[in-house]
Every structure is written in structure tokens, then in C-alpha cells.
């Protein structure tokens, strides 16, 4: 029998850096809000590719208009990942999106500050905010966000994501807002290398100066990119199910992150959007387990990559390299 048998992935302890707030929804939560505010429930499942996804998402908004609401999604986001064994969360938000409820994209990431803080205190798991660009808005709104991202710096907003259709929206474009971030402190943390090929995660790391990639996994087919991700020690934040389910992969067997890890990249293993995808992160550490093959060496090497390759906090560092280790049975 495999040790990996023998090993309780739910005690790995983890970080989830690639997970979007509002689809961190937990089902029961999104259908008894719908009833409340008497809206239709947003269809979360059944569609095909990016563009159908994109149009669900927007979905989840409707029963977010009220603060409270808000409120409550963060609070049972951050206990359902304390549930999975994450110590670190890192939750993609938009303050943008809250306008109508907040007046301000400040006073909307000020909300958003002080739910993920008491959540976080309650549930034992240490929370930070990546402020995220919607790629497929004017570089003026993007300037905005990271502005208001850098003036929280240290103060719970980590770092500056950028998100939505890579097609057609080179990262290149959003240059301005992320040196504005970086001046900061806070890390670039860009997606690319989904729906776009290596050029997209070239973009990334060259022009957006990132410290980490969410998804990355096209960076397989350019062994020269592959090379240059290790050897800056740049992190990818995958996202399995998400590759199947956007078709950026057609089989998890086949997924290429066990090729990304033997090369030397750095990974972090993540759920994304997990209502509509349907895992968490415990979930997501299963399937790298059973169905793409990952040794407990190599989920113990993620879960670490998940938490030292971000800005959560030195004590906490240390904390879980040691937990980490003491897992697996041997050092990292």
C-alpha cells in the first residue's frame, strides 16, 4: 500500500492563493439568499468554456447587493477553508462590483478588510486580499484599483491580480497599476498562461514584474519559459478541475503539473471558483492525489510553495514549514 494512503490530507497544512470570494459560496448559502431576496438563482453549473463561465459568475453578484450578505460569505468561506486544512487564504475580490452597496471602491475594500480580519481572527486562518484588475476595462480603472490597493498595503491587501478574457487583453497593457502595486510592497499576481499560451505567461513575469502566476500551466509548452519560472522561483497557482472543466486540459491524467514540479517549478495546488467547479481546496488535493498522480512529497512541496512564496506573515511561516514537514515525516 502507498503511504499516501496513510496520510490525511486534511491535516496537510495549505495555503489557497487562487480562490475568487464570491464563488466561494458555499450552495446552501447562494439558494437561501436567492429565496430571501426573492431573485432568481444563479445557474452555477453547465456550461462549457470560459465565455459561458464568465457569464455565470456575473451571477453570483445578485444576492451580494446587501452588506450583510457580504459579510456572511466571508465569514463561512474563510471557516470552510480552515475545514480543508488551510492555514493561508489569499481571496481574488473586486471592490468594484460594490459600488452600489459601498458608494466608493474604498469603502467597499474597507468592508471587505474588516469582515476578512474578524473572519479570520474567529476562524485560525490567516487572510489576505488580492485587490483584482479586470483585464477587459480600461487601464484608468485598473490605475484606480492598485492605487487603492497600495494605499492598504500592510494592512491586509497582499497583492494585485488581474483577471477575466486573456484573449485579446494582453497583460502587457496593465504595466502602469502593477509598478504602482509593486512600489508598494505588494506582490504581482497576475492570471495568464489559461486561455493564452506562453506568451501570456512571458507577459506576466517580464512586463508585470510577477511574483506568482495564477494557472501558468501553458507554461509547459516553451521548455525555455519552463526553465526561466524555475529558476526565479516564481509559483504557479493551478487550478485542475478549472483546467478541465475551461477545457485548457481534456483529461486530469494528463494534466501538466507533475511535468511543472519535476522541472523545478514551484506550485500551488487551488480550487478557484469552487461552487461552480464543485471542489474546495481539500477537494483539489484529493484529485492531484488520485487522478493526476502527485506523490505526498510533491503535495507536501505544493502546500509549502502555497504559503512561503507569499506575504503571510514570518510566524506563520515558520509554523507551517514545521507542520509541513512533520506531515510528510521528513524535511522539504
Given at each position: 500500500?502507498?503511504?499516501?494512503?496513510?496520510?490525511?490530507?486534511?491535516?496537510?497544512?495549505?495555503?489557497?492563493?487562487?480562490?475568487?470570494?464570491?464563488?466561494?459560496?458555499?450552495?446552501?448559502?447562494?439558494?437561501?439568499?436567492?429565496?430571501?431576496?426573492?431573485?432568481?438563482?444563479?445557474?452555477?453549473?453547465?456550461?462549457?468554456?470560459?465565455?459561458?463561465?464568465?457569464?455565470?459568475?456575473?451571477?453570483?453578484?445578485?444576492?451580494?447587493?446587501?452588506?450583510?450578505?457580504?459579510?456572511?460569505?466571508?465569514?463561512?468561506?474563510?471557516?470552510?477553508?480552515?475545514?480543508?486544512?488551510?492555514?493561508?487564504?489569499?481571496?481574488?475580490?473586486?471592490?468594484?462590483?460594490?459600488?452600489?452597496?459601498?458608494?466608493?471602491?474604498?469603502?467597499?475594500?474597507?468592508?471587505?478588510?474588516?469582515?476578512?480580519?474578524?473572519?479570520?481572527?474567529?476562524?485560525?486562518?490567516?487572510?489576505?486580499?488580492?485587490?483584482?484588475?479586470?483585464?477587459?476595462?480600461?487601464?484608468?480603472?485598473?490605475?484606480?484599483?492598485?492605487?487603492?490597493?497600495?494605499?492598504?498595503?500592510?494592512?491586509?491587501?497582499?497583492?494585485?491580480?488581474?483577471?477575466?478574457?486573456?484573449?485579446?487583453?494582453?497583460?502587457?497593457?496593465?504595466?502602469?497599476?502593477?509598478?504602482?502595486?509593486?512600489?508598494?510592497?505588494?506582490?504581482?499576481?497576475?492570471?495568464?498562461?489559461?486561455?493564452?499560451?506562453?506568451?501570456?505567461?512571458?507577459?506576466?513575469?517580464?512586463?508585470?514584474?510577477?511574483?506568482?502566476?495564477?494557472?501558468?500551466?501553458?507554461?509547459?509548452?516553451?521548455?525555455t519559459l519552463?526553465?526561466?519560472?524555475?529558476?526565479?522561483?516564481?509559483?504557479?497557482?493551478?487550478?485542475?478541475?478549472?483546467?478541465?472543466?475551461?477545457?485548457?486540459?481534456?483529461?486530469?491524467?494528463?494534466?501538466?503539473?507533475?511535468?511543472?514540479?519535476?522541472?523545478?517549478?514551484?506550485?500551488?495546488?487551488?480550487a478557484d471558483?469552487?461552487?461552480?467547479?464543485?471542489?474546495?481546496?481539500?477537494?483539489?488535493?484529493?484529485?492531484?492525489?488520485?487522478?493526476?498522480?502527485l506523490t505526498?512529497?510533491?503535495?507536501?512541496?505544493?502546500?509549502?510553495?502555497?504559503?512561503?512564496?507569499?506575504?503571510?506573515?514570518?510566524?506563520?511561516?515558520?509554523?507551517?514549514?514545521?507542520?509541513?514537514?512533520?506531515?510528510?515525516?521528513?524535511?522539504?
Amino acid at each position: 500500500m502507498a503511504d499516501s494512503a496513510l496520510r490525511d490530507l486534511a491535516a496537510l497544512p495549505k495555503g489557497h492563493l487562487h480562490v475568487h470570494l464570491e464563488a466561494a459560496m458555499r450552495p446552501a448559502t447562494l439558494a437561501e439568499l436567492a429565496a430571501e431576496m426573492s431573485v432568481e438563482i444563479p445557474p452555477v453549473s453547465g456550461f462549457s468554456g470560459f465565455t459561458a463561465f464568465a457569464d455565470m459568475y456575473q451571477g453570483l453578484l445578485a444576492v451580494l447587493a446587501h452588506p450583510q450578505n457580504l459579510v456572511r460569505l466571508i465569514d463561512e468561506a474563510v471557516a470552510d477553508a480552515a475545514s480543508d486544512g488551510a492555514v493561508y487564504v489569499e481571496f481574488g475580490v473586486s471592490p468594484q462590483f460594490y459600488l452600489a452597496a459601498f458608494g466608493t471602491v474604498e469603502a467597499a475594500l474597507d468592508a471587505h478588510l474588516d469582515a476578512v480580519r474578524i473572519a479570520g481572527e474567529r476562524h485560525g486562518v490567516e487572510v489576505g486580499l488580492m485587490v483584482t484588475v479586470d483585464r477587459t476595462e480600461p487601464l484608468a480603472e485598473a490605475v484606480a484599483l492598485a492605487e487603492a490597493a497600495a494605499a492598504r498595503a500592510g494592512r491586509g491587501v497582499v497583492s494585485l491580480g488581474l483577471a477575466n478574457e486573456e484573449r485579446g487583453y494582453p497583460a502587457a497593457d496593465f504595466a502602469p497599476a502593477f509598478d504602482i502595486a509593486r512600489a508598494a510592497g505588494l506582490q504581482s499576481a497576475p492570471h495568464a498562461g489559461e486561455l493564452v499560451g506562453p506568451e501570456s505567461v512571458w507577459q506576466a513575469i517580464d512586463d508585470l514584474g510577477a511574483a506568482r502566476v495564477l494557472h501558468g500551466v501553458r507554461a509547459i509548452e516553451d521548455p525555455t519559459l519552463v526553465a526561466e519560472l524555475a529558476r526565479r522561483g516564481i509559483c504557479l497557482d493551478t487550478c485542475p478541475t478549472s483546467n478541465l472543466l475551461l477545457d485548457v486540459v481534456d483529461d486530469l491524467a494528463r494534466h501538466p503539473l507533475p511535468q511543472l514540479l519535476d522541472a523545478g517549478v514551484r506550485c500551488s495546488i487551488n480550487a478557484d471558483d469552487p461552487i461552480l467547479f464543485g471542489p474546495g481546496i481539500l477537494d483539489e488535493y484529493v484529485v492531484a492525489r488520485e487522478q493526476i498522480g502527485l506523490t505526498d512529497r510533491q503535495l507536501a512541496a505544493c502546500a509549502w510553495s502555497s504559503i512561503e512564496t507569499t506575504l503571510a506573515g514570518d510566524a506563520l511561516k515558520a509554523r507551517a514549514k514545521a507542520d509541513i514537514e512533520a506531515w510528510l515525516g521528513e524535511a522539504l
